[in-house]
């Protein structure tokens, strides 16, 4: 019930969790966003097919440093190494999906444990932070919920449900990046993770959310340059 209150009520969550003081709380979370993970790996697999021979195509194709005469041999053979992958990649494939989100909430605890002891003073062990982060990431659940239905039935990736709505730039374009990651449901976690923090180390929620805010502006503008920089 608390995996479902946290996204209603989450300082009453935060709070009975802060009390138990049990690591082992965030385990379930974890677990759940990698199934689900794994699960959106399953369903999408033919999209993501789709995708990749598309880009792999285009990179090749209008790769000035590729020799014409060499574009068509190597394009054939991504070709087939993407519709018929090794046991390997395959494994590596699955094992990225499923891994993730259990990666993000790993490194976000750390983030959110650094600006709450470093910046705030604060003294929380990592420990509850980690359980405190791994909830707040049910959002990454309800997320995928209502993406990949959308995905499936639109047979696209880019599904746009923040400021990427606006339409501005173009795929690939920093700005448009930018706006794709002011996403509604990265907002939501943002603010989860403010009033989480405000339970741990018994402060107002919001410098948390001024200075978690920060981070996400600052994490997207440098995501959002890096990925026009390999567009």
Known sequence: MKLLNVLLEPRDVFTLLHKRKHWQDALLPILITAVVGLVSMVVLKDLLVEVQLVQTEKYIMYNSKIPDDQKEEILNDSMEKIQNPSTSMTVIGYSSSALSTPGRILLMSLIV???????????????????????????????????????????????????????????????????????????????????????????????????????????????????????
Do not use: C, H
Request: aromatic fraction near 16%.
């Open 113 to 231: 444990l650094m600006i709450g002891n470093f910046f705030f003073g604060g003294k929380s062990s990592y420990g509850n932070v980690l359980v405190m982060t791994s909830y707040t990431y049910m959002i990454a659940v309800l997320e995928s919920l209502v993406k990949v239905p959308l995905m499936i039935t639109q047979w696209r990736m880019d599904i746009q449900t923040g400021l990427g709505l606006l339409g501005i730039g173009e795929p690939g374009e920093f700005i448009y990046n930018f706006l794709s990651g002011m996403d509604l449901f990265s907002l939501w976690r943002i603010i989860l993770l403010a009033v989480g923090m405000s339970v741990l180390y018994r402060r107002d929620a919001k410098p948390f959310l001024i200075a978690l805010m920060i981070y996400w502006i600052l994490q997207t503008t440098f995501f959002s340059f890096l990925g026009s920089m390999f567009t």
